[in-house]
């Protein structure tokens, strides 16, 4: 692995402008904050086919294999390590689009083995299947780290460190709110009929959030799970098997989407069905990720509840990397903070200090 100096004025710099990120909204959080505004200085690799030596003098080199452009909060988090990782940062970022295609992200990963950079980062597809390829950049000598999704790899020297959102806690946050609002409700009693739109089947976000609902359901005795069915992350998607779903079954009262954008099809769903949902309507309709069109929709009045993953990891990665660099150790998993957000709350106030 070849190793860079990364000079104390950088490092100053770093240490500064993570210190005054802030995440501005209802979550803490334990590894670091908010990200500036993308900006768009990364060299991105489609194909990743090998584009020469990454090394470029002072500047650490990170290749990230990212997952796609699925969803908002993927957005937000490509924003978040595109403006961390800066060459003002002291970093020279090979970012990667992988197409949500685990064969897409192997490549990514030999190609930045190939180029010798000084970090791969990887936000996971899916968990399995990644022994090889990190067995490879091991050999390589280069540092690996886990951002967002988790990798189930049977030897953890595989990586560095992991940091991401409890996605289990999330799910079991989930059971518990519908829990309590139905009891608000004067529900609490009711045979309740629930369908779930998952997230891409074998990713970390799908298996945690599906298994904490699990773990509610198993609660109460009164709740069914009518159907789940993956909706891949995707608006379009959870608008397809919203439409399957309701074709299939007449008497729905929660929607559990696995991501917001998922919601919003389902939403376009179920008004498209001639029937309504939100604290007024006929189906109850809860996400994942609480990014800004969350807040929006909620506000509407369509999307009841949404359960935040916070997706601004350049700066938490940034952490890690430069401990690395100083030669401390790092925690191995490290877990984010985070809330959640409902009608019953001033929407308003907090979308305008939202950061994503
Ligand atoms: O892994 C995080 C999940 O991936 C987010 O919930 C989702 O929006 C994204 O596609």
Same mark, same amino acid.
């Not at 995440?23 to 489609?46: C, K, L």
């Given at each position: 692995?070849?190793?860079?100096?990364?000079?104390?004025?950088?490092?100053?710099?770093?240490?500064?402008?993570?210190?005054?990120?802030?995440?501005?909204?209802?979550?803490?959080?334990?590894?670091?904050?908010?990200?500036?505004?993308?900006?768009?200085?990364?060299?991105?690799?489609?194909?990743?086919?090998?584009?020469?030596?990454?090394?470029?003098?002072?500047?650490?080199?990170?290749?990230?294999?990212?997952?796609?452009?699925?969803?908002?909060?993927?957005?937000?988090?490509?924003?978040?390590?595109?403006?961390?990782?800066?060459?003002?940062?002291?970093?020279?970022?090979?970012?990667?689009?992988?197409?949500?295609?685990?064969?897409?992200?192997?490549?990514?990963?030999?190609?930045?083995?190939?180029?010798?950079?000084?970090?791969?980062?990887?936000?996971?597809?899916?968990?399995?299947?990644?022994?090889?390829?990190?067995?490879?950049? /091991?050999? %390589? &000598?280069?540092?690996?780290?886990?951002?967002?999704?988790?990798?189930? +790899? =049977?030897? #953890? *020297?595989?990586?560095? $460190?992991?940091?991401?959102?409890?996605?289990?806690?999330?799910?079991?946050?989930?059971?518990?709110?519908?829990?309590?609002?139905?009891?608000?409700?004067?529900?609490?009693?009711?045979?309740?009929?629930?369908?779930?739109?998952?997230?891409?089947?074998?990713?970390?976000?799908?298996?945690?959030?599906?298994?904490?609902?699990?773990?509610?359901?198993?609660?109460?005795?009164?709740?069914?799970?009518?159907?789940?069915?993956?909706?891949?992350?995707?608006?379009?998607?959870?608008?397809?098997?919203?439409?399957?779903?309701?074709?299939?079954?007449?008497?729905?009262?929660?929607?559990?989407?696995?991501?917001?954008?998922?919601?919003?099809?389902?939403?376009?769903?179920? /008004?498209? %069905? &001639?029937?309504?949902?939100?604290?007024?309507?006929?189906?109850?309709? +809860? =996400?994942? #990720? *609480?990014?800004?069109? $969350?807040?929006?929709?909620?506000?509407?009045?369509?999307?009841?509840?949404?359960?935040?993953?916070?997706?601004?990891?350049?700066?938490?990665?940034?952490?890690?990397?430069?401990?690395?660099?100083?030669?401390?150790?790092?925690?191995?998993?490290?877990?984010?903070?985070?809330?959640?957000?409902?009608?019953?709350?001033?929407?308003?106030?907090?979308?305008?200090?939202?950061?994503?």
């Amino acid at each position: 692995m070849k190793r860079k100096v990364l000079s104390a004025f950088l490092i100053a710099a770093m240490t500064l402008s993570m210190a005054a990120c802030g995440g501005g909204n209802g979550g803490s959080d334990s590894t670091g904050g908010d990200s500036a505004p993308a900006a768009d200085e990364a060299e991105d690799t489609d194909d990743a086919e090998p584009e020469g030596d990454a090394d470029s003098g002072e500047l650490i080199t990170v290749g990230y294999a990212q997952v796609g452009a699925e969803s908002d909060w993927r957005t937000a988090n490509t924003e978040s390590f595109k403006s961390t990782f800066t060459e003002e940062n002291g970093y020279k970022l090979i970012f990667d689009d992988a197409q949500q295609k685990q064969e897409n992200q192997i490549k990514a990963i030999r190609s930045f083995i190939q180029q010798e950079v000084d970090y791969i980062v990887v936000a996971p597809v899916v968990e399995t299947g990644w022994e090889t390829v990190l067995e490879e950049a /091991k050999e %390589a &000598g280069i540092p690996v780290i886990l951002s967002d999704r988790m990798m189930d +790899v =049977s030897d #953890d *020297s595989l990586f560095e $460190a992991w940091v991401g959102g409890n996605f289990v806690l999330e799910g079991e946050t989930c059971g518990d709110w519908i829990a309590e609002y139905l009891e608000d409700q004067g529900r609490g009693d009711e045979e309740i009929n629930m369908v779930t739109i998952q997230g891409t089947i074998g990713a970390s976000a799908q298996v945690g959030r599906t298994e904490g609902m699990a773990n509610k359901l198993k609660e109460h005795s009164n709740w069914k799970m009518l159907d789940m069915q993956s909706g891949e992350f995707t608006q379009a998607k959870g608008q397809e098997v919203m439409e399957s779903f309701l074709k299939s079954y007449d008497d729905i009262d929660v929607v559990i989407c696995e991501n917001d954008n998922e919601a919003f099809g389902a939403i376009d769903a179920i /008004k498209a %069905a &001639g029937k309504s949902c939100g604290p007024d309507g006929d189906i109850i309709v +809860v =996400s994942f #990720d *609480s990014v800004k069109a $969350a807040f929006e929709s909620m506000i509407a009045g369509d999307l009841n509840a949404t359960f935040e993953c916070n997706p601004l990891h350049g700066p938490r990665v940034a952490e890690i990397i430069q401990k690395l660099e100083a030669g401390e150790t790092v925690d191995k998993i490290q877990y984010v903070d985070e809330s959640y957000f409902d009608t019953s709350m001033d929407l308003e106030s907090i979308l305008a200090e939202r950061a994503y």
